[in-house]
């Protein structure tokens, strides 16, 4: 007989795979959080949903791909995956690396980044505050424009994403390494079958034509943006003191600095009762300012089951309104829109900094 070489599978059976993964990913997550739910309340599992998506990717490739074994989507698209200089199964060490770069290195980029630009930011604009106030000298100088193109581009310039467009566009133009874990570990993928000529696949080519140009609009407006940045008078040094000591900087570049607290993805630094009083223009309690388990408070809100919140089912901690005009805990509509940005109960957008706090009379 003829000896049989096993192809390399096709861009369409790796995405197809990769979207059959991600669907049992999905019914194992919902199962986790109903158990969850079912053990420490509602509350509990939407603050801890992140977690629970990182703990049901642990434990689905752990299961499968962690012991050597095919994922349910590679098994139905009939490919495998193989260490591409050797063609061998891959070793227990770059399957764990895999499993680690995918899942644990994104969580844990998502639980520090915020935090870091937090603080890079604070640094330099108290940096560049500081050599505005020197003289127009300082504000010329090569560190002072660097400093502000930083601060200016920080969101952007600490983000994976470029890095994650990147290796999709190659992906789409060599049909190698769809995830980027799998390119630094070095694991492709290969039919378990013979492919007929007439089941050829066709390559998504156009898709990584489509991204490439995609990323040059986006390189050309960052470019030009830059430039008009760079010859817009500075005034960095310029700021206005609001009532209770609130500072707020009038430097276009200043923009996500001053809004950050409502554009951060993570909550507040709660750490920091000072920092966060002064933001906030709020006095910091150690507990929740209105609870309505408390029938004096807010006693125009009439009935027992409208002042409990239908997100941890007790009864109402600093209640808030959503723009639709649903009523939740403080805690629990954030916890809810930084993770799913909807109303819980009618499914219409619901962003953080649109919750409105509502206040006793």
Known sequence: MPA?????????????????????????????????????????????????????????????????????GEEYTDIVQVEDATLRLPNLARRSGYIISTVLVPYGL????????????AK??????????KGQKEQGSAGYKLQSYILHNLDTITSPSPIYALSLATF????????????????????????????????YEVL????????????????????????????????????????????????????????ESSAPNTQDPQSLQRITQTEVLGRPRYDLKNESEMEWISGTQQRKCTLCLEEMKDPSVTICGHMFCWGCIGDWAREKPECPLCRQSCLVQHVLPLRGF
């Open 208 to 263: 990584g034509v489509l991204l490439v140009l995609q990323m040059a609009v986006q390189a050309y407006l960052h470019m030009q943006n830059t430039v008009s940045v760079a010859n817009t008078p500075s005034v960095m040094g310029s700021s206005v003191v609001l009532d209770h000591g609130v500072e707020v900087s009038l430097a276009p570049d200043a923009y996500s600095a001053n809004n950050a607290l409502l554009f």
């Open 124 to 133: 330099l604009e108290a940096n560049l505050r500081q050599r505005a106030r």
């Open 4 to 72: 049989f070489t096993h192809p390399f599978a096709a861009s369409p059976d790796i995405i197809r795979s990769h979207q059959k993964d991600a669907y049992f990913q999905g019914l194992l997550l919902q199962h986790l959080s109903t158990i969850l739910r079912n053990l420490y309340g509602a509350r509990t599992a939407h603050a801890y949903t992140t977690e629970a998506r990182t703990f049901a990717e642990l434990l689905y490739l752990g299961l499968t791909t962690g012991l050597g074994n095919r994922t349910l």
């Open 172 to 203: 789409y133009f060599s049909g190698a390494y769809y995830h980027l874990g799998k390119r630094i570990w070095g694991l492709r993928y290969i039919f378990t079958r013979k492919v007929e000529e007439s089941e050829q696949r066709v390559g």
């Open 110 to 121: 998502g639980r520090i980044l915020p935090a870091f630009r937090r603080r890079i930011r």
